[in-house]
């Protein structure tokens, strides 16, 4: 029988602001860590979603999308939400290339169906959000979700799907916006956030020990939250090109309330999102949430 508190616990996430934000706690052991040890390892979303679907971390931070993917072997925490509250992925173009302001989603719609657009992985919450919105067939590249600036700004592709930091420096890093996948979805489904990322745990654990695992995080979240400063600090490594205000901002639109607990609300948007999914065939199973409790 595997000793948990005795064995190294590989915590998967991404080297972005906000979930240093999240982890800061547990990397500077500002909470109580019930015994357990964690190594963190930083990489990006995209990878971390291959790296689940082998079931190689024990704990990891995956894309939504991904989760129709990786259920077999892992359970969703109830803390680490990333929600787009009203914003979300977002469409971008050069400044100048885009669509009058005035322009209808459905316009918006049939532009960028016509366009090659850079997407920052297929197993990412934003492409499959991208589908939902565009249906299964249009042109798109792979590109490294740091690079889609420059594939933008060279003529690489015509445009491109941001996420991260991009979201708040888009029109300063001379782009303009064309849709945000964010606003759309609130507006479609009623009032629901856009669910773009989670935590999940390995099943091959114990339950019991899941639950502890589960009230570390929260409580990690929980900490940041109220330490904010330094919580802050300890992301500005990870805040590429932000100055310690936009980082404050980005964090605060992805580490809220809803990253403490998903709540009725954070968990009927998951579902809505993942069967208006698998009803387009985009994913190849109805997903049945099981959540750590």
């Known amino acids: 029988m595997t000793d948990w508190k005795s064995t190294t616990l590989t915590l998967g996430h991404s080297p972005d ?3 240093a934000f999240m982890f800061y706690a547990m990397a500077e052991e500002q909470i109580d860590m019930r015994g357990y040890k964690f190594q963190h390892i930083l990489q990006d979303i995209q990878t971390l979603n291959e790296r689940a679907t082998r079931g190689e971390l024990h704990i990891t931070a995956v894309s939504i999308h991904a989760l129709a ?7 969703l925490l109830p803390s680490g939400a990333s929600m787009g509250d009203g914003y979300g992925p977002m469409f971008i173009v050069n400044a100048g290339k885009g669509l009058p302001s005035d322009a209808t989603d459905d316009e918006r719609k049939e532009w960028l169906r016509g366009q090659k657009i850079a997407i920052p992985g297929k197993m990412t919450s934003a492409f499959l959000a991208a589908q939902i919105f565009l249906g299964k067939d249009f042109e798109y590249a792979v590109v490294p979700f740091d690079e889609i ?5 060279n003529g690489d592709v015509d445009a491109g799907l941001i996420i991260h930091e991009g979201q708040i420096t888009y029109a300063r890093d001379g782009f303009e916006l064309v849709l945000d996948l964010g606003v759309w979805w609130k507006a479609r489904t009623g009032g629901l956030p856009l669910p773009l990322g989670g935590n999940v745990v390995r099943k091959d654990i114990p339950p019991a020990v899941r639950k502890e695992l589960s009230d570390v995080l929260y409580e990690s979240i929980a900490y940041g939250l109220k330490h904010r400063a330094p919580a802050i600090t300890h992301s500005m490594q990870h805040a590429r090109g932000l100055d310690t205000a936009l980082a404050d901002e980005f964090i605060g639109m992805y580490v809220n309330d809803l990253t403490l607990d998903y709540g009725d609300r954070g968990r009927e948007a998951i579902r809505r999102f993942l069967a208006e999914a698998h ?15």
């Open 149 to 153: 600036f420059d594939a933008v700004r």
């Open 69 to 75: 993917y990786v259920l077999d072997k892992y359970a």
């Open 279 to 293: 009803e387009a065939g985009l994913i190849p199973h109805p997903v049945e949430l099981e959540f750590v409790e």
């Open 17 to 19: 602001p906000d979930d």
